[in-house]
């Protein structure tokens, strides 16, 4: 497993830190963060290429802080691969093992085990120009799985990525994890790709930790509206809270619990919200009355954004749903959604 222990960073105007977490034998830890969240800095700090500026980082009980790159046991995939292209593929797999002092029968041994793995038995003699993204993806990760690193760091691996290439490597990437036990650290500004892939997520923002955990608890109980608003909450509003009711803008919202403090902020996920042209007969214990303001074709869905007073509401209907709904711009409409429905984050007195 890998430790990071209060570590901090200064790099001209940046500043990492202080961050503390671990990752477990055979886990998949997502750092999720926007441009400049200082994400790749973390990974190469933990690879060596960056000194800290206090804490510590512990692989397997053993302190690697001031150790260089190569005798940290520590593998990294960047966004771009970075494989030789003057050298095969059997050549970039070996490298580690060479520069690690292997026998050329262990080598031959650990090329087979990881190309069958990863099914890239067929390129094995080819050259990395030659390759698709996809194909230099999973040479980059056998390359960097050949040495027997203790933990892996992958850098954004997918971003080059078209969407079909990126949904099936992810599934590579989550088997490849669980068949290893190698921890996998990665890195990504894609929520979904980070709520898809993570056993645990961590969202990192201006060089701290915001907030940690399984993803259903990052998407049901955001820690701050900045979380909240990262993790696609569209419908954020400012609330005060009395017992177990919120005010919104003058409307009542009713929660499934009471609130301990008495101002925050409530979300609703918009696929948490039921549109009809009526008052709608259901468990449902919250319902709003508004007009439809616009109406935006996303592919998978419709995006069906209403003004509600003097808040604006989005939420989301199928094709089939727009049509038996027949909504047009200046629809009246009725907005339904359940206690559970609502998220509460609770500003924190003194």
Known sequence: MIEVRDLTVHLADFSLGP??????????????????????????????IYRPTGGEIVVDGRDI?????????????????????????RGNIEYGLKIKGSSKEERRRRV?????????EHLL???????????????????ALAPGP???????PLSALDPTMR??????????????GVPFLMVTHDIREALQLGDRVALLRDGKIEQMGPPEELLRSPAS??????LGMKNLFRARFRGAVAEVDGMKIVLTKPTKGKEGFVAIRPDEIILSKEPFPSSARNQWRGRVLSLVDVGTHIEVYTAVRNIRVLTFITRSALEDLA????????????????????????
């Open 19 to 48: 961050l503390s977490f671990e990752v477990g034998r055979g886990e998949f830890f997502v750092i999720l963060g926007p441009s400049g969240a200082g994400k790749t800095v973390l990974l190469e700090t933990i690879a060596g």
């Open 65 to 89: 802080t001031r150790l260089p790159p190569e005798m940290r046991g520590v593998g990294m995939v960047y966004q771009d691969y970075a494989l030789f292209p003057h050298i095969s593929v």
């Open 112 to 120: 087979t085990q990881l190309a069958q793995l990863l099914g890239i």
């Open 125 to 143: 003699g080819r050259l990395p120009p030659t390759l698709s993204g996809g194909e230099g993806q999973r040479v980059a990760l056998a390359r």
């Open 150 to 156: 203790k933990v892996l760091l992958l850098d954004e």
């Open 167 to 180: 949904e099936r490597l992810s599934w590579e990437l989550k088997r490849t994890n669980r068949a290893t």
């Open 225 to 230: 509206p900045l979380v909240a608003e990262f």
């Open 327 to 350: 909504l047009k711009e200046g629809d009246e409409v009725y907005l339904s959604f359940k206690a559970v429905g609502v998220e509460v984050i609770e500003e924190v007195e003194g």
